[in-house]
């Protein structure tokens, strides 16, 4: 039972434009969320999070929109460059797992110059 | 990653042997977690602990044990491996329930 779904295995976009990478949860109880970039090798770090009583929050270069009717959150990229590159993972708790993260698939952004 | 060390970063092993994978954090986190991330799954729960001396089971935790006797460190024992437990480790650390975790460079563990 895969609570937490990234569905696009990969995206590849031109340097410059937006990127656009989806989730869609099934649990009501999440309540916080995060996106993870992850790099060959390398341990994933944190890149921004939302709290379900928010429905966007952005950080640079990065927004991520919470739809909470839908269960859906995506996370734009704007403008996407090279070192975007990576493997980006969604990631959410609930009111009841404490610390526990559940995590999506992962999403292979590439991003070609 | 600074902060958050793992050992080995590499390892294989035989069918039915035993080891231990090291995670150690110096930046006082209370909160600590073993992640597995097998390919098309993403990174699931192993164990996790919200302090020194209490541990609890995540989502896969069977052929896993671990143990937290100082607030530094949380490894991670096979107990007698098998080849499903081939994957990628991770140890991740926090400061609290809503919290970013924080994640090691990762152990790979190859069972022949």
């Known amino acids: 039972d895969q609570q937490v779904k990234q569905n696009s295995p990969s995206l590849s976009v031109q340097e410059g434009r937006i990127s656009i990478l989806n989730c869609d949860y099934t649990n009501s109880m999440f309540d916080y969320f995060l996106w993870y970039k992850k790099y060959p090798a390398e341990g994933p770090t944190f890149l921004i999070s939302?709290?379900?009583?928010?429905d966007k929050n952005e950080d640079g270069r990065f927004t991520v929109f919470l739809n909470k009717s839908a269960k859906h959150l995506s996370l734009h990229i704007v403008p996407s460059q090279p070192g975007d590159s990576a493997v980006y993972f969604c990631a959410a708790r609930s009111r009841t797992s404490g610390s526990r993260l559940t995590f999506g698939e992962g999403t292979q952004l590439t991003v070609n110059p | 990653n600074a902060g958050v060390t793992q050992t080995p970063k590499f390892q294989v092993l035989k069918t039915g042997q035993s080891m231990t994978l090291q995670c150690a954090q110096d930046m006082n986190h209370e909160y600590m977690s073993w992640y597995r991330q097998d390919p098309g799954m993403g990174l699931r729960l192993i164990h996790y602990s919200v302090g020194a001396g209490i541990t609890d089971q995540g989502e896969v935790p069977n052929g896993y044990n671990v143990s937290r006797s100082t607030t530094e460190d949380f490894p991670l024992r096979l107990l007698s491996a098998a080849p499903s437990q081939t994957s990628v480790y991770f140890c991740a650390t926090s400061t609290g329930s809503y919290q970013p975790q924080h994640f090691g460079d990762g152990t790979r563990l190859s069972i022949l």
């Open positions: 939302i709290s379900s009583i928010k």
